[in-house]
Every structure is written in structure tokens, then in C-alpha cells.
């Protein structure tokens, strides 16, 4: 391989592809193919397209590259909240398994807004993403017929559709709700408050779920709904907390629908002195972070969302494959982490 670095013939000085085969001796298809990973390039010559690509400081122009095969390198995300852990967990693997597919993650944060995600979905499609993975089933018709008409495949995340040709990733918030709801039945808790915030539609089919196990029990009270539209919170769910204790009926469970509420219940717990569980029960959702740390301990559900992001990326890359896919609603399940606070 020639020893001297080829001058950049751009006047943007924009190191392109056909430098980098010249500086190592080799086609400009054998540079595309060394750097795209396939298996038919020698080793030699992958690790000399690698190594004058380095002394070029080349990077590969994704939009020349989708012009040049009509195939993007990219997968548009869609998903409600970055700063929620649970999201954050479901990324990492997303990221995981499209990465060592060749493929890169376009991230969207809708704020649970359907409105903002029709409009980040026409951005995202403008690019031409080789797919879609989109949160939850709830969106505007316009934003459905975007992804009905758009020929790009795409997998619904944390919920589980029975629509056909609709694929999809998760599990029954409901049934997980009305598991741990049994749990505080089972554990003589008959006054069981549901404690909700930010309201986006997977906390409203966990309200169903414990509505119906309640009702099946002859124990739901309606005026137990406590709903708060506000982002959900460490600070609200000692809030919710203290309003629940004011109630002339003592409720003797409280089930919160995500663990950070449940958290921030349990440390204002501390704060007031009402023994948990002994004066009232507290049970979470999500097994966040911290959850086995706190005093006492939080019983929760354990929802899967790694393996969430990790199996939907999985089908969605068997999509552009153009492979069949066999069971296209999968159900991963959930787990009942019983604990001390309950």
C-alpha cells in the first residue's frame, strides 16, 4: 500500500470513497464491501481498506450510500420519554441488536403526544428509513395510515396487537395489573387505592386490570381511582401519598403505577412515620432501579423491557430481510417481584 496520502480532490475536502481505495490499492466496490462487513472479502484486504480508511479519517455518507442501494442504514425510534429509565433500558438493546446488524437507531421522543408523532413520524420517513419501531398501538389515524402507506416495515413496542399483519412486541399491562392486584387480595388487603400519573394509554389498561380483579373480588371502590395527568415522579408519589392517609375510609393497599411514584410513597412514609406494611401496603410497577434498595423493600412488577427492545428489533430486521415471521404478536411476559413493602 503506497506510503503517501492521497490529497482530498474535493473543494470541501470531503474524504471520499474512491480516496480511500486508492490509498489501498483496491476497487472502490471493495472498499464498500470490506467496510459494509461482508464475509466473501479476504481479511487482508479488509484490514487494508480499514487501515487507509482510518489514515483518510473517512466516514461513509449514509445518504449516498441509501441513494446508491434505495436501502437506508437507519431505523426510526419512536418513544414516549428519555428521561424515563424504562425507555432507556428498551434503547440500550434496540441499539444492541441493530448495531451489530449494520443498522443505526434514529431516536423520536413523542412526549406522549400523538400529535408530536405524527409529525416526528413524517420527518423520520422523509429520510427513508429501512424501518419503523414505534411505542404502543395508540396513535391518530393519520399517523396510521403514514405507517400503512409507507411500504416501511415496522414493530409496535410494549404492547401486544391482534390485528393482522400489525406486528408487534410485549406483554398484557392488564393481566400484569391484575396479578400484583391479586397479590394485595391475596396478602387480606380489601381497600386497594390505584395511583396513577402522566395517564399515557398502557398506565390506563394497568387501571383496567386492577379495576377488574377489584370487581371480580366485590372490593373495587371508584372513588380509589386517584389519577394525576402530571409527568410521573419521586415528589408526586409522596404527594399522592399524603392526600390517600387524608381519606375519612383508610385504604389499607396502595398500587402505583409506575415504581418512582412507589418510591417517593415509601420515603414520605419515612418521613410521617406510617409503617409499611403494616399500616398500608405499597406495590409499584416496572422494577426500576432502586426499587430492592428502598425501606422497606418495593414489590413490584418486573416488566421486561430489554428483552422487549432485543426480540422487536429482532423481527423488525427479519422484516426487512424480507423473511417470514412466524409469530408476529410475541408476548414476553412478565414477573410478580413480591418483596417487604407489601
Known amino acids: 500500500m503506497s506510503s503517501t496520502v492521497p490529497t482530498r480532490p474535493r ?5 471520499t470513497l474512491a480516496d480511500v481505495a486508492r490509498l489501498a490499492e483496491v476497487s472502490p466496490i471493495t472498499v464498500s464491501r470490506a467496510l459494509r462487513g461482508e464475509r466473501a472479502v479476504h481479511p487482508d484486504l479488509v484490514a487494508r481498506v480499514k487501515s487507509a480508511a482510518l489514515r483518510l479519517g473517512y466516514v461513509p455518507d449514509p445518504a449516498a450510500r441509501a441513494l446508491a442501494s434505495r436501502h437506508s442504514a437507519h431505523v426510526a425510534v419512536l418513544i414516549p420519554m428519555l428521561s424515563n429509565a424504562l425507555f432507556v433500558d428498551l434503547l440500550e438493546e434496540v441499539q444492541r441488536t441493530l448495531r451489530a446488524a449494520g443498522y443505526q437507531s434514529l431516536i423520536g421522543v413523542t412526549h406522549y403526544d400523538i400529535g408530536e408523532e405524527e409529525q416526528l413520524l413524517r420527518e423520520q420517513l422523509q429520510h427513508r ?15 396510521r395510515t403514514l405507517i400503512a402507506q409507507s411500504g416501511v416495515p415496522c414493530v409496535h413496542l410494549m404492547e401486544l396487537s391482534e390485528v393482522p399483519g400489525v406486528y408487534s412486541v410485549g406483554f398484557s399491562q392488564a393481566a400484569a395489573a391484575a396479578t400484583l392486584t391479586r397479590h394485595l387480595l391475596d396478602r387480606g388487603r380489601r381497600r386497594i387505592a390505584f395511583a396513577a400519573a402522566q395517564l399515557d394509554p398502557r398506565t390506563l389498561q394497568r387501571r383496567e386490570g386492577w379495576r377488574r380483579e377489584l370487581q371480580a373480588a366485590g372490593a373495587w371502590d371508584p372513588t380509589l381511582e386517584w389519577l394525576n395527568p402530571a409527568p410521573s415522579s419521586l415528589a408526586l408519589g409522596g404527594q399522592m401519598l399524603a392526600q390517600i392517609l387524608e381519606l375519612k375510609r383508610p385504604v389499607d393497599a396502595i398500587f402505583f403505577c409506575n415504581d418512582d411514584l412507589a418510591q417517593g410513597a415509601l420515603l414520605a412514609a419515612l418521613r410521617l412515620g406510617v409503617q409499611v406494611p403494616q399500616r ?3 406495590a409499584g410497577f416496572n422494577d426500576l432501579t432502586g426499587s430492592d434498595q428502598m425501606l422497606p423493600s ?12 432485543a426480540a422487536a428489533a429482532r423481527m423488525l430486521l427479519a422484516l426487512m430481510r424480507g423473511e417470514s415471521v412466524p409469530e408476529p404478536a410475541v408476548d414476553v411476559g412478565y414477573r410478580l417481584i413480591v418483596r417487604e413493602s407489601t
Not at 11 to 15: P, Q
Not at 298 to 309: A, F, H, I, W
Open 11 to 15: 473543494a470541501t475536502g470531503r474524504v
Open 129 to 143: 428509513p429501512a424501518g419503523l419501531l414505534v411505542t404502543g398501538l395508540d396513535r391518530s389515524d393519520a399517523t
Open 280 to 282: 398500608i401496603a405499597i
Open 298 to 309: 418495593l414489590t413490584t412488577v418486573r416488566t421486561p423491557r430489554g428483552e422487549v427492545g
